[in-house]
């Protein structure tokens, strides 16, 4: 594995560069088998190394980039400064095949971006898609997409399954996960025009397709992955955020209220807090943009050192298990089963 | 007043017609002044009434109705019999004139179904929509549509927008309320082509409306109307459920595992008690329907005789304040304004 190495957004998140360093210097104390490259302004990156007190210096390679792009810059901000900033010189690297993998906790929209252009898309593949971990009753499922597009065709919908389940499979252990579809009932005469298709579509192929599930089913935890257009499933995330949000509120609220009902959260800290770190989409290690030419892992802006030092675990265990090439043998039998079907 | 009169699906919901006779008889000890008439299986309702021994049958007209829909039963099994239904005869009804509104606790999918081929659409609205109140931090908000139609063009959603406002500001009392539009992100540069198309337009109204908004702060009370299609206001719907189901057994689960946190839930049970309510949809008076030609409020499945007693209410301010007259009233506006925008 002499040769395997991670492209590093030094410069993204909200608290880089310092919690990327931390990450990266966790990651390396335990392996050492793995390449690092960090992107970003050498001096900073530098600085943190100092800080640290920590001389890894010499086996982390560090790539200057004059500019980084903040975490809420617009794309008519950015775009001009793209060439210089440490995402695209990351993806370059990639792109280039100096790197197999790039991590980056900073901007997800400039990422997706940057991706699309820089790397291109995986073999027919046409539309990438960003696939996210959500906290359910269960455990987890995977949401794709979370919003890479906004209009989707039936076809890109079975590749986002695909995609996914490829993903579960390899890097999350998961044998043939089962896979629903999100509506707004079971019975497939339910849901838009594009749902109904993708229902079809759905069913021809050679995977665990429970059929069509509502939002509260996949709260619920009863699919391993979840299927939507990234307009539905970005409204989910978000939506599930503010639900959260508002729950820690009025119980904030509640609590304060009367004096027995704080005695009571003194006893019943410590579960609220797992009860929020349960829920909080950093533990999960981040989104993955599925479907370009290359691994591409986006953190949370909020990331944590062992977040970023998950993302670098992450990012292994794709390179690892070939997951962009077990996408594209998907890809070709399910273009097979839609040759037979006459469709697209 | 005389002459005012609601007709009252008595077989609609889990515990019909118990629950719906319960909440009737609630009503009338307080309001003399508005007629009920109860649509359902003569026999029971009758009984109900025995039961409660209260005499209100003779202020009370019944209608019998053989057949009642079940709360999960598809359009294909009820269809047949549609003719014999209480939710169709009390539809009838308001169709006739014999009754101005509608109230059911029944199943959602028939009462839509059935109202929009018994009374038809309000003059020049082409789509009606279902319009709920949901929880925010700030209190509530009427989220519009949440299932009536699947696949929506930008001229409906700009309807939508304008039934809930004029809802909002005859029935609840909100004056110019704010209006924001679900998207995945707050630029108008994003979302679907239909979600810029709209953005566009509700922009040309003269209403206050205050642009994309995204699920999260949607939740937390940011616009007093957001109005978004029937799939993502239906997804929206299921995930918030998911989502509070989800914490609800988390919390248990943590109150359980261990003597120090069955304290602190024996001090706080009140306080959790009140934000479920805060919570539970059930509390809100039920579903809106927009845009037919007549009154339909559909009530919780679960709905409390309390709920049915608000729905009766709310039936009534509907009414009272001329709400259909003032939708087509908004409707003519904005046909004008179409047509200085040369839209449509």
Known sequence: MEDIKVAIDAMGGDNAPEIIIKGVVEYIKDNKDFGIILVGKEKEIKKEFRKLNVNFEDKIEIIDA????????????????????????????VKQKKAQAMVSAGNTGAVMALAKTVLGPLKSIERPALAIMIPTLK????????????????KNLVQFALMGKVYLESV??????????????EEEVKGTEVVKMTNTLLK???????????????????????????FTGNVTLKVAEGVVDVMQSMLKREIMSNILSKIGFFFLKSSLRRIKNKLDYQEYGGALLLGVDGIVIIGHGRSSAKAIENAIHLSKRFIEENVLGKISLEIEKMQKVFKELKYG
């Open 172 to 185: 999350q252990g998961i044998q043939n996960p089962k896979i629903g579809l999100m509506s707004i009932g």
């Open 66 to 93: 004059l500019e980084e792009i903040s975490m809420r810059e617009h794309f008519f901000s950015y775009w001009r400064k793209r060439e210089k900033t440490s995402i695209k010189k990351a993806l370059d690297l």
């Open 204 to 230: 021809a192929m050679d995977i665990n397709f429970m059929g069509n599930i509502e939002g509260r089913e996949a709260y619920l935890g009863e699919a391993d992955l979840i299927v939507t257009d990234g």
């Open 139 to 154: 455990g987890n499922s995977l949401l794709v997409d979370v919003g890479a597009n906004v209009d989707s065709k039936p």
